[in-house]
């Protein structure tokens, strides 16, 4: 210190005054040898410095070390003010700037551009701008000692401001000198005054403005009160959400931020946080209301004309409207693009003259005078010289022409069988000279109620009982409305326009079931043992069987018909030893089936036929252990299964052995041709419980048997694969 107290013995040539108060203190040199011994406290101008020699330098330095703080500056209204020369907004070109939290001798305010250029040094708190050009200027604060060597034109960042201790504050005021220019504002047709649509065409305007200045713009809609009614956020004012009356629509220049809210009022209040001011017109608006409304018939929105059918209403259409606002109205008929076909004077629409086609009939609310005229587009003209708005649906009117033409079957028949439970069940139909959008089959009986509507060409008739039937094309427009139980002649059969074709076809359902057949013995395996020439018949009987005659019928396993028996009776003495099958036939009409037809693929008489829905395996031998242990002696497996039936993927064989003797047998499975798809031993002990799964996975759909054979006798099963 100034005593000689030592205060400190920094390391090198730098010395750090961070940690000392303020005051003055004094640095020396001393030069020394040995160790030093000087301690902080020791007076040095008093006490053996080191315990060698030393000296302390011929002079010291004096540091006097001051306490500056630039604080913080700022105005009433903030740190960001607006200067607004000639304008409605803004405060005056002179500012008092208030400093807080600044320490040290002296203190000064520094106006800066925003570069930290000085550009003035105000000798008290007020900072006037007025005669300074437009931009933005800083203002700080400078707590400092000694004397002020800062000018103007020095940069206040990078210049050294007095000969002593200085700082600036840790903020600066920013005024922005601005000025701006409400100009003036005008639709963009350049109009003043001008009427709006509100609920019609148009409720949007496009405003322009001119001659204005100022970094912001904005549009202002006010009430002839100058109450702020909207802030539209570009030039387009959508006016559709306001009800009828007069506003004022003005423009607003203005810096900073916009302070104005609706129902504030615009002559009256600042509108922005900086500099502003409003256009030095406005432009009335007049808002008219305005509503097209809806149309529709007593029919509905969609109605047909149809010229020359049974279905549809007349030519001549009443609209009603509904909810239209306006000084007048008009319908208006148009082409489905928009484009005007008529202005019917008056409901009254009358589609007579029109050819063929679709047509929209439109409600039009108008104000002045009507402007649209037949040829023009009515979505994309202008309708009136006033407001005007379309309806906001429309009625469509088909005229449409429709022909029923006529029907046949595939084969051109109107009159046809149809054989119920048997084959065929389902007919494919015809129709020719038809016209029309749509088209369907309906089924009626004989006094026309509808018993069906198929959905395509092809009619099932397997669910239908026995009688008669016909069958007629219908060609429609719009829906079908014609349900199961309606009179087809009687009833309207569509929505739109509709005819029956000029003829049906008959279809008389017979009814045919080929019931099932067993052998006199009651099995359907029948193995028969003889020597060659000996004659030996067989009894066999069917059951459920429906029609008017009924027939046996003997195939191969291909189902190649081998015989044609008569009667009940089948003598198989003649036949060579192998296998076939018996079947019943039900059938109405004439036979057809011959010798070698196949069963499965033809014919088998003029009318409906069915075979049963089973047959009965022979097997034919002569000689060996089956026929030498017994005629048609039948496996005895006890609780026999085989299951699922019909099958897919498998099907799987499940029974319990003789108690009595062993079993050693073939699994044999065979289609419907009499191939052998696979042969499977099957060896169980008596009693013992045997489960065999068959793969099926890749066969065909169809019929296959299912056969296990051994020396004790035969057990065939048939079953269909899906």
């Not at 020719?432 to 509808?450: C, L, R, W």
């Not at 081998?562 to 009776?569: F, R």
């Amino acid at each position: 210190d100034n005593m000689g107290n030592i205060l400190g013995l920094p390391p090198g040539d730098m010395v750090d005054f961070s940690g000392a108060g303020t005051g003055e203190c004094w640095v020396w040199g001393l030069s020394y040898t040995g160790n030093l011994t000087a301690m902080m406290g020791d007076n040095a101008t008093s006490v053996a410095l080191s315990d060698g020699c030393y000296d302390l330098s011929s002079n010291f330095v004096v540091v006097f070390r001051d306490t500056i703080v630039g604080g913080t500056v700022s105005t009433a209204a903030g740190d960001t003010v607006y200067y607004c020369p000639s304008s409605m907004g803004g405060p005056t070109g002179v500012f008092n700037i208030d400093s807080m939290g600044a320490q040290g001798p002296n203190f000064q305010y520094v106006v800066t551009d925003n570069q930290g250029t000085i550009l003035g040094l105000p000798p008290a708190d007020m900072v006037n701008v007025t005669p300074a050009g437009l931009g933005e200027c800083w203002v700080w604060g400078l707590s400092y000692s000694g004397e002020i060597t800062a000018m103007a034109g020095d940069n206040a960042m990078s210049t050294t401001l007095t000969d002593g201790c200085y700082e600036l504050s840790s903020n600066f005021v920013v005024i922005f000198r601005d000025s701006v220019a409400g100009g003036m504002v005008s639709t963009q047709m350049g109009a003043d005054t001008v009427d709006i649509c509100l609920g019609g065409t148009p409720e949007v305007m496009r405003f322009d403005s001119t001659a204005t200045f100022g970094s912001n713009f904005q549009y202002v809609v006010t009430d002839n009160m100058g109450n702020i009614l909207g802030l539209p956020p570009g030039d387009m004012v959508d006016f559709s959400g306001a009800g009828p009356g007069e506003c004022w629509v003005w423009g607003l220049s203005y810096t900073g931020n916009l302070t104005a809210m609706m129902g504030d009022n615009a002559t009256m209040i600042d509108l922005s946080d900086g500099c502003y001011e409003l256009s030095s017109n406005f432009v009335v608006v007049f808002r008219d209301s305005i509503e097209g409304g809806t149309v529709t018939t007593m029919e509905g929105d969609t109605v047909y004309y149809c010229p020359g059918t049974m279905g549809g209403p007349t030519s001549v259409f009443n609209i009603d409207s509904m909810g239209t606002v306006g000084a007048n109205f008009q319908y208006v008929v148009t082409d489905n693009q928009g484009t005007i076909l008529g202005l019917p004077p008056a409901d009254m629409v009358d589609v007579g003259p029109a050819g063929l086609g679709e047509c929209w009939v439109w409600g039009l609310s108008y104000n002045g005078t009507l402007l649209a005229q037949a040829g023009d587009n009515a979505t994309n003209t202008v309708l009136a010289d006033g407001c005007y708005e379309l309806s906001s649906n429309f009625v469509v009117i088909f005229r449409d022409s429709v022909a029923g033409g006529m029907v046949s079957t595939q084969m051109g028949a109107d009159t046809v069988n149809i054989c119920l439970g048997g084959s065929p069940e389902a007919m494919r139909f015809d129709s020719t000279a038809t016209f029309g959008s749509n088209f369907q089959y309906v089924v009626t009986d004989n006094m026309g109620t509808i018993l069906g509507l198929p959905p395509g060409d092809m009619v099932d008739f397997s669910g239908a009982g026995t009688g008669e039937c016909w069958v007629w094309g219908l060609s429609y427009t719009g829906n079908l409305t014609a349900m199961m139980g309606d009179n087809a002649t009687m009833v309207d059969l569509a929505d739109g326009c509709y005819e029956l074709s000029s003829n049906f076809v008959v279809v008389f359902r017979d009814s045919i079931e080929g019931g099932m057949i067993q052998s006199e013995q009651g099995s359907d395996t029948l193995l028969v043992c003889y020597s060659g020439g000996t004659s030996l018949v067989y009894a066999f009987d069917s059951t459920e069987t429906v029609g008017a005659n009924f027939n046996y019928v003997v195939t191969d396993t291909a189902g190649n018909i081998l015989g044609l028996p008569p009667a009940d009776m089948v003598d198989f003495g003649g036949a060579g030893p192998g296998e076939c099958w018996v079947w019943g036939l039900s059938y109405n009409g004439e036979l057809t089936a011959m010798m070698g037809d196949n069963a499965l693929t033809t014919d088998l008489s003029s009318d409906c036929f069915e075979l049963s829905s089973n047959f009965i395996v022979v097997l034919r031998d002569s000689t060996g252990a089956p026929c030498a242990t017994a005629i048609d002696d039948e496996l005895d497996l006890q609780s026999f299964r085989l299951y699922p039936v019909p099958a897919q993927d498998q099907v799987i064989v499940e029974f319990e052995q003789s108690n009595t003797q062993n079993l050693d047998a073939r699994l044999i499975l065979i289609d419907a041709a009499g191939r052998q798809i696979s042969n499977t031993t099957l060896q169980a002990g008596a009693g013992q419980q045997v489960r065999e799964e068959i793969n099926l996975q890749g066969l065909a759909k169809g019929v296959y048997v299912l056969r296990i054979t051994s020396a004790e006798g035969h057990l065939s099963k048939r079953f269909i694969k899906l």
